[in-house]
């Protein structure tokens, strides 16, 4: 019973913080690049006259998603038009589930784990819903009857499939180094010092890896500057026939598919949760690896966003030339280095 | 006219600049180089302390907004010395108007000196595109677009064609 409830609880905090996070991050989004153009972003939302430095919008956009009209194209296949963000959106909130927020904690004489969903192949798990998340991108551009939807559809297939294999490929050197699949003790893994200073985290042992990451990450969860399936300025994408709320879980979807990539890199790269140099245990020690965790984690949006407002957009061909020839050989030769330079060492 | 011909090197892409990875570091260090400058200077004046500003946008509806000196703006008809319009109805500018959106009428002129001139004078702004080639046509230089007025927004196409004493009504 009190399991339960305790899982109940774990959810909850996975739900809000992906959904918070990603409605926070369409402000971060507007003032990140405002800031950074020399402008002032938006910053009329108000109550009461208080604007809160634009603080306001995120609602104000939640509002304005809700009460549009919900318009589905005559050409429309109906059930499916509507399963699509539905689709989208979930598979990419499952992803939370099977991230270490924290590790395990002893309170009451109890020992809690602080991660939602315990597997012993939690990256699969992550990995398989992200690539499931590609079914909504493809479904929403095939049944909203629009030539333009059908392209990002394609183009959103073509793009998230090439760069899901990337993504196992480059995962496969830091996994090997850490001997598991499971995200806990890819974290514990992580927890030992080289020379008495250094943390043994994912990005020192595996620093190509952790840019190839990047960039697969971006693609996977079609990011700007690899937003194809998007698109704006040439075909608006595959949620060119959506409205009101549905379109809005599209958007939902995007952040926090990059919440899940953030999060995921924070996990295997940067440590997780884990402090250098700082022991965590009791109610405490829960809060930090919770406050570690997200920190890291908006550290890699931070960096991506940022990233999104440097860079213009990849051509189709680029893309593809850049996943199939670039990074999955450089990936398979980092594992093959990783493998063979670990057989030597012993 | 001797042709001359000036041979424009491409600029060669080493190995560096073809991994791209450091093109996208030298990017990433422009914007976050002006993000944490305006950041700051954003922080110092929030804290009421001596800065230059972090952005420089114009809160326009607030502010007004700045136009250059040669904007194209309003049109205005002008006056003779003796207070009538210059116009002499010679529907230059209504020939000449991409949009068609002059529309003049004219009649006898009471001046012996003058052969006629516009009984009506309607210019539907709704159309216009503001290219200015009706002030480059007229002769009398009659017509200019120098009213510095921009927010001509209104709730009717009707009320977007502004007649004759209305195009007047600031010229003295
Ligand atoms: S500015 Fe151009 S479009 Fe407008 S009235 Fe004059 S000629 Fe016509
Ligand atoms: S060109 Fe000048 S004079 Fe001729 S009709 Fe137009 S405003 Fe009048």
Redesign the pocket.
């Given at each position: 019973m009190i399991l339960l409830a305790w899982t109940a609880v774990k959810v909850g905090y996975a739900l809000a913080f992906g959904l918070g996070l990603a409605g926070f991050l369409g402000w971060v989004e507007r003032k990140q690049s405002a800031v950074a153009q020399d402008r002032i972003g938006a910053n009329r939302a108000q109550i009461f006259g208080w604007r809160l430095i634009g603080l306001f919008h995120p609602i104000a956009d939640g509002i304005k998603l809700i009460t549009k009209e919900d318009f589905v194209p005559a050409r429309a296949l109906r059930p499916f038009h509507a399963l699509a963000p539905a689709l989208s959106l979930g598979c990419c909130l499952l992803c939370l589930a099977a991230l270490p927020f924290g590790g395990t904690v002893e309170v009451f004489g109890r020992v809690w784990s602080l991660q939602p969903f315990e597997s012993r192949v939690g990256l699969v798990y992550v990995l398989a819903f992200l690539a499931l998340g590609v079914h909504g991108v493809v479904m929403a551009g095939y049944v909203s009857g629009s030539n333009y939807g059908l392209l990002g559809g394609l183009r959103g297939a073509a793009q998230m499939v090439a760069y899901e294999v990337c993504m196992a490929a480059i995962l496969a050197a830091p996994m090997f180094l850490y001997g598991t699949l499971d995200l806990q003790e890819a974290v514990l893994a992580q927890g030992g010092y080289w020379g008495g200073w250094l943390p043994t985290w994912g990005v020192f042992r595996q620093p190509l890896a952790f840019v190839l990451y990047l960039v697969a990450g971006t693609a996977a969860s079609k990011r700007i500057p690899f937003d194809l399936p998007e698109g704006e300025a040439e075909i608006v994408g595959y949620h060119v026939e959506y409205s009101g709320m549905k379109f809005g879980m599209f958007m939902i979807s995007d952040f926090v598919e990059n919440i899940v990539v953030c999060g995921l890199g924070a996990t295997l790269f940067l440590g997780g949760w884990g402090i250098p140099f700082v022991s965590l245990a009791g109610a405490w020690g829960g809060l930090l690896m919770l406050a570690s965790f997200a920190v890291k984690t908006c550290a890699l949006l931070f960096l991506l966003m940022q990233v999104r407002w440097t860079l213009p957009r990849f051509r189709v061909d680029q893309l593809l030339d850049l996943g199939w020839k670039s990074v999955l050989p450089l990936a398979l030769l980092n594992f093959l280095a990783t493998v063979w330079g670990a057989w030597l060492w012993r | 006219m001797a042709m001359t011909v000036r041979p424009v090197s491409r600029p060669r892409r080493g190995l560096l600049e073809q991994s791209y990875l450091w093109e996208v570091a030298r990017g990433l260090g422009v914007t976050f180089r002006h993000f944490f400058i305006n950041l700051a200077r954003h922080c110092l004046r929030l804290a009421g302390l001596r800065a230059e500003p972090g952005a420089v946008t114009i809160q326009y509806p607030d502010e007004p907004a700045v136009l250059g000196r040669r904007a194209?703006t309003r049109?205005r008809l002008l006056r003779r010395p003796d207070g009538s319009p210059r116009c002499t109805a010679c529907l230059l500018?209504e020939t000449?108007?991409?949009?068609r959106?002059?529309r003049i009428t004219a009649e006898e002129s009471p001046d012996p000196a003058v052969e006629k001139r516009a009984k009506t004078f309607d210019?539907d702004l709704g159309?216009?595109?503001?290219?200015?080639?009706?002030?480059e046509?007229c002769p009398v230089d009659a017509i200019h677009?120098d009213a510095d007025q921009v927010e001509l927004a209104a709730y009717s196409r009707g009320d977007m064609i502004w007649d004759m004493p209305a195009l007047m009504r600031d010229t003295k």
């Open positions: - | 194209r049109h500018c000449i108007c991409p949009a959106c002059i210019i159309m216009c595109v503001f290219c200015g080639h009706c002030v046509a677009m």
